[in-house]
């Protein structure tokens, strides 16, 4: 039995994740637009029709846009808490109530084979949270969208086989770019982005002896590049001794491609 993921798309444009085993399929966000999301599932090779359900980490749009649009087209029940519901339900156009679904944050749901449980994050939303999904003895954490990581979130998503994790932006390309200054601060403040430094030493705590793969996640297209976000990561997990390349690797994400469908193994 399996467990594979694909970041299908990830970015301050848009942002969707998939994650299945073989008797459950989800998809985590659907912040594209319907045809952009099937075009994605296809260059991914994943068959929509066999999606379980749609995870909710929060209703900013590049995590909500294509939410409504893909759950009537594939019957999907949607997941999400109290109070993302409340914010997002005007934007989603009209659902059944057998697609309204709560799932709170800090709580473990099993679904099929595949137990996911929730968390808190600082973020500028209604009341953001993001995932680890763990199958039989493999454990794949998502954590973008956060002002900063505390020891708690550390603790909930350590030694994962693979972890999706922001490097939103280079604090120097922020503060020389072209963003309004209340813009900046709020991206540089609690409830805002984690830089490429500050993931960078969040990952010195968090990964474990099983981590093998790491992806660099929500990347903001006007402050920050890929290979700096790597560069600036690599660098700093090698100075205090990680293997980076050996037995770690370090991947990209993209907000337009996919990442190749990956088995944790």
């Known amino acids: 039995m399996t467990l594979s993921f694909s970041v299908l798309a990830s970015g301050s444009t848009g942002n969707a994740f998939y994650i299945g085993t073989e008797n459950e399929k989800i998809l985590v966000d659907a912040g594209l637009s319907g045809k952009q999301l099937d075009r994605l599932f296809h260059e991914a090779k994943i068959d929509p029709t066999q999606l379980s359900r749609i995870l909710v980490t929060h209703e900013h749009s590049d995590h909500i846009k294509g939410l409504g649009i893909i759950a009537r087209k594939y019957n999907l029940p949607i997941y999400a808490n109290e109070k993302t519901w409340k914010a997002m339900e005007g934007s989603l156009g009209?659902?059944?109530?057998?697609?309204?679904?709560?799932?709170?944050?800090?709580?473990?749901?099993?679904?099929?084979?595949?137990?996911?449980?929730?968390?808190?994050?600082?973020?500028?939303?209604?009341?953001?949270?993001?995932f680890t999904f763990h199958h039989h003895d493999?454990?794949?954490?998502?954590?973008?969208?956060?002002g900063y990581v505390s020891e708690r979130i550390?603790?909930?998503?350590?030694?994962?086989?693979?972890?999706?994790?922001e490097a939103n932006h280079d604090v120097s390309m922020l503060q020389m770019g072209r963003y309004p200054w209340n813009v900046k601060r709020r991206i540089l403040g609690d409830y805002g982005h984690v830089s490429n430094d500050d993931c960078a030493v969040a990952l010195e705590d968090i990964i474990g002896n099983q981590t093998k793969r790491i992806y660099l996640a929500h990347l903001s297209k006007d402050n920050n590049i890929k290979e700096l976000a790597r560069m600036s990561v690599e660098n700093h997990l090698q100075e205090v001794g990680f293997p980076i390349h050996d037995r770690l690797e370090i991947h990209d994400t993209d907000p337009t491609t996919p990442t190749p469908l990956y088995q944790v193994v």
């Open 94 to 130: 009209k659902l059944s109530l057998d697609q309204k679904f709560t799932f709170e944050t800090e709580q473990v749901k099993c679904f099929g084979d595949l137990d996911v449980e929730s968390f808190g994050v600082s973020h500028d939303a209604a009341e953001p949270m993001f």
């Open 138 to 146: 493999k454990k794949v954490a998502l954590v973008t969208d956060l």
């Open 154 to 165: 550390k603790k909930t998503v350590e030694h994962a086989d693979a972890l999706i994790f």
